[in-house]
């Protein structure tokens, strides 16, 4: 049985708890998670070589918990589809990241990104990633190169192109990568759930990655329970905003 297969079926087959209970990740659970995202790393193997970064730096904030998803309508380059919040009503749960294409912080995570919301998309999750960056500073996250970098990192999600700035502005988004989790509770549109960092690693850490954070949190979000950890903010490079 292959990992993935063997991580999901031990998935499936935990007995589910009680929703006013924190959610407990078995430990062998959080060893194939890292397993999955880096498999050096739950070796105790070699990490990722160590990168000096000069770009600005910030940390995600200006949400909490309770938040609404912002109504958004945006192109994905790669399809020319135009997609809606609506489409994702479907789900128990969506991710919404932030990222772009030039920014260290996010090259640091593609590859990884992209193995953790295939692992979870096929548990139910929904997934999507929008560009708001400012083209006329950094042509390099336009909507041809996006498409480009949807293709070569083979994203499992639709990847959006926020050309006004909008939606981050409605979303309060500051930096790249930035994730928020929402979750289904009743209501429309969805829950804010949680607001953090991917995982502790870092292009200048020497920290591997695991997805540690973000995992658990999905984990939590698609079973019901209650999050057992305190959120980290994301840390990345600022949007690049419109002069």
Not at 24 to 43: C, D, E, G, N, T
Not at 47 to 66: F, H, K, N, P
Not at 198 to 213: A, E, W, Y
């Amino acid at each position: 049985m292959s990992l993935v297969a063997g991580v999901r079926a031990s998935l499936l087959s935990s007995p589910a708890s009680s929703s006013s209970r924190p959610c407990q990740a078995l430990a062998h659970q959080v060893r194939a998670y890292r397993s999955l995202i880096s498999p050096a790393a739950s070796r105790g193997g070699r990490r990722r070589t160590r990168l000096r970064v000069r770009a600005a730096r910030l940390e995600s904030t200006g949400v909490s918990v309770g938040f609404r998803a912002p109504q958004f309508e945006l192109p994905e380059p790669l399809t020319g589809k135009i997609w809606t919040l609506d489409d994702f009503e479907g789900s128990p749960a969506l991710l919404v990241m932030f990222i772009c294409n030039h920014c260290p912080f996010v090259k640091h995570l593609k590859k990884d990104i992209a193995k953790l919301t295939s692992f979870y998309m096929e548990k139910g999750l929904a997934s999507v990633a929008i560009s708001s960056n400012s083209i006329v500073t950094h042509p390099q996250d336009g909507p041809e190169y996006m498409a480009e970098e949807a293709k070569l990192f083979k994203y499992p999600f639709p990847y959006l192109y926020d050309e006004s700035q909008e939606v981050a502005k409605g979303f309060r988004a500051v930096c790249t990568p930035e994730f928020y989790l929402f979750k289904k509770d009743g209501r429309r549109p969805f829950e804010l759930f949680y607001h953090g960092q991917f995982d502790d690693s870092r292009p200048s850490n020497n920290v591997p990655v695991t997805g540690r954070d973000l995992s658990r949190a999905i984990d939590c979000a698609l079973s019901g329970q209650e999050l057992p950890f305190d959120q980290k903010p994301s840390v990345g490079c600022s949007i690049k905003w419109h002069k």
